[in-house]
């Protein structure tokens, strides 16, 4: 029985269509710098928002209306969700999706029963990929909603915890295995701090390092060869994450020698929080090679919490997708859709629209990114203002044919710079908008 009966599926019908169950931009096979919409965007659902969202605030109760879901915590209506879950991603063509293991399987009374509540309902998502050609863009472990996370998970002070969370994780890692998953995240769910006074900083990060190695030499012993992330995010649930950002995540990594084997995945809210543009951490991340994967949703400028909104942002999706073709493009990462409807927005249908909206914005931003690096006029530009590094001293400077000496000679000699140029700032933004 169909969960959505009035909808087939979406079908792409160009910028002139007016029907909202349509994609405007979206349109898969399309080719654009060689490679298509489907492959440059890799777009990915969300299992626990979309699925598992009850729309609650701190003020007020659920208003989603799934009427699929029993709202039991029961295997049986677990695998049902699934199939919904499928009918739903399938329709909107697209072709990954992404889980917590606590999102698709309830917890049971022991960890032994918890994971056999999660092989069951694993059966019927690998049943429903089979079925579909739906893949799992990357799996994880939900370490931060059970009370006994209430310390953080490999940040905890409690030994036990970090035992239950290596336990979990074994597991979540098997499960996305056995799912063919692209990738593994780590969020630090509730890895941080709420009070200097109580924590001990070096002991913690010590410990969630060891616990990325761990990770690490289980996977590949288990002949998992996907990607591993971890998603910076600098507050939300705890005052102070320690992924506070991109800069701080790499200089982690680079401390604990995992460098080899994690990338990043940039969420667009998690970067406002931190007081950056999405721009910015997409170009840490990238010029460390470190580039893997977005979280793409957008965050309210007059809030200052993770919001988690659909992206509907041309500009900045034009900028996201600039950024990432500069730096290759998505390979293993996707633009997975951390992103949940308004409260308000309770019907099943607006997951539809939901959805839509952030393909076409997407789909939209990489056609007005690949003409904006066809053209090349803001390249140029940007490698006009770097030229005096292209010859003469600047050149020999980047080949470290210079000391402090030898460059107050050539002052003393020339007494002082060459006249600086215009930054050309303004130009530069109006060039932009003769794309959008
Ligand atoms: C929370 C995070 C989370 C991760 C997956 O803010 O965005 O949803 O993406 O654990
Ligand atoms: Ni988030
Ligand atoms: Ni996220």
């Known amino acids: 029985m169909s969960s959505f009966p009035e909808i087939k599926s979406i079908p792409y019908e160009g910028p002139d269509s007016k029907n909202p169950l349509a994609f405007r931009h979206y349109d898969a096979s399309e080719l654009v710098a060689g490679r298509t919409m489907k492959d440059h965007l890799r777009f990915s659902?969300?299992?626990?928002?979309?699925?598992?969202?009850?729309?609650?605030?701190?003020?007020?109760?659920?208003t989603a209306m799934r009427p699929w879901d029993d709202g039991s915590e029961s295997v049986e209506n677990a695998c049902k969700r699934a199939r919904v879950a499928f009918e739903f991603i399938e329709k909107l063509g697209a072709p990954f999706y992404a889980f917590h293991d606590r999102d698709v399987a309830p917890e049971g009374n022991s960890l032994a029963e918890t994971n056999r509540n999660l092989d069951a309902v694993a059966k019927v998502l690998k049943e429903e990929q089979e079925r579909t050609g739906i893949q799992l863009l990357w799996g994880t472990a939900n370490l931060f909603s059970h009370p006994r996370y209430m310390h953080g998970a490999a940040t905890s002070c409690n030994a036990d915890a970090y035992a239950f969370a290596a336990a979990q994780v074994k597991k979540a890692l098997e499960v996305t295995l056995e799912l063919g998953g692209h990738g593994y995240v780590f969020w630090g769910g509730r890895e941080g701090y709420q009070n200097l006074w109580n924590t001990d900083m070096k002991?913690?990060?010590?410990?969630?390092?060891?616990?990325?190695?761990?990770?690490?030499?289980?996977?590949?012993?288990?002949?998992?060869?996907?990607?591993?992330?971890?998603?910076?995010?600098?507050?939300?649930?705890?005052?102070?994450?320690?992924?506070?950002?991109?800069?701080?995540?790499?200089?982690?990594?680079?401390?604990?020698?995992?460098?080899?084997?994690?990338?990043?995945?940039?969420e667009t809210n998690h970067v406002t929080l931190a007081g950056h543009t999405m721009q910015h951490d997409l170009e840490v991340a990238g010029s460390a090679n470190a580039l893997g994967s977005i979280d793409a949703n957008t965050g309210d400028a007059l809030l200052g919490w993770d919001t988690d909104q659909f992206p509907t942002n041309i500009y900045l999706a034009s900028t996201v997708m600039y950024t990432l073709l500069k730096y290759g493009g998505?390979?293993?990462?996707?633009?997975?859709?951390?992103?949940?409807?308004?409260?308000?927005?309770?019907?099943?249908?607006?997951?539809?629209?939901?959805?839509?909206?952030?393909m076409d914005t997407f789909a939209h931003g990489l056609k007005i990114a690949?003409?904006?690096?066809?053209?090349?006029?803001?390249?140029?530009?940007?490698?006009?203002?770097y030229r005096s590094w292209n010859g003469g001293l600047g050149e020999a400077i980047e080949n470290n044919q210079h000391d402090f000496a030898s460059l107050e000679k050539r002052m003393l000699e020339q007494g002082d710079i060459t006249p600086n140029?215009?930054?050309?700032?303004?130009l530069i933004e109006n060039l932009i908008n003769q794309y959008l």
Request: proline content about 5%; hydrophobic content about 35%; some cysteine.
């Open 203 to 266: 002991r913690e990060l010590d410990n969630l390092a060891r616990f990325l190695h761990m990770a690490v030499d289980y996977a590949r012993k288990i002949g998992f060869e996907g990607q591993f992330y971890i998603e910076p995010k600098p507050k939300e649930p705890t005052k102070h994450q320690y992924d506070s950002d991109a800069a701080a995540c790499l200089n982690f990594l680079r401390q604990y020698d995992l460098m080899d084997h994690l990338k990043l995945n940039i």
């Open 421 to 426: 140029q215009s930054g050309r700032q303004e």
């Open 45 to 62: 659902v969300v299992y626990w928002h979309t699925f598992r969202n009850p729309l609650s605030d701190p003020f007020g109760a659920g």
């Open 370 to 385: 690949a003409a904006m690096h066809a053209d090349g006029r803001l390249e140029t530009m940007l490698q006009e203002r």
């Open 330 to 358: 998505l390979t293993t990462g996707g633009m997975n859709f951390d992103a949940k409807v308004r409260r308000e927005s309770f019907e099943p249908l607006d997951l539809f629209y939901a959805h839509i909206g952030g």
